[in-house]
């Protein structure tokens, strides 16, 4: 494949999609528009033994509620994540009202600058 994609980022995503729907593997690969030994391949990630076309990927991606360019595998690897990523992450999260939102952001938070101050007192 000419790009670079992570694959077992595309993998996780398109796992959870499946396990918010309760969709089986055939139910959602029907959706995306491939075959079910398709996406079985897409579901291992980078541990597949062949490599998805960008056809797939693309229909997977789209699927999933991703982009290509946010499947890009060098982007990923130069761009550290932050607390504030994180956080947008967790009020994006299906099914949770206000306060789990927020508790599982303060804890998220608690942890963080527990551990910031335990590697600065290293």
């Keep these: 494949m000419p790009h670079e994609f992570d694959l077992d980022q595309l993998a996780i995503r398109l796992r959870s999609k499946m396990e918010l729907r309760?969709?089986?593997?055939?139910?959602?690969?029907?959706?995306?528009?491939?075959?079910a030994a398709t996406l079985s391949r897409l579901l291992q990630g980078s541990?597949?033994?062949t490599t998805p076309?960008?056809?797939?990927?693309?229909?997977?991606?789209?699927?999933?509620?991703?982009?290509?360019?946010?499947?890009?595998s060098a982007p990923l690897r130069e761009k550290a994540s932050t607390l504030a990523d994180v956080e947008v992450h967790l009020r994006a999260l299906p099914g949770l009202e206000g306060p789990d939102v927020e508790a599982l952001v303060?804890?998220?938070?608690?942890?963080?600058?527990?551990?910031?101050?335990?590697?600065?007192q290293k």
Excluded at 53 to 72: C, E, F, H, P, Y
């Design 53 to 72: 076309d960008l056809s797939n990927v693309s229909k997977a991606a789209d699927w999933a509620g991703t982009s290509l360019s946010d499947l890009s």
């Design 106 to 120: 303060a804890m998220v938070r608690a942890g963080y600058n527990h551990a910031k101050k335990v590697r600065s």
């Design 22 to 35: 309760d969709l089986s593997v055939r139910a959602a690969a029907t959706e995306m528009g491939l075959g």
């Design 47 to 49: 541990a597949s033994t």
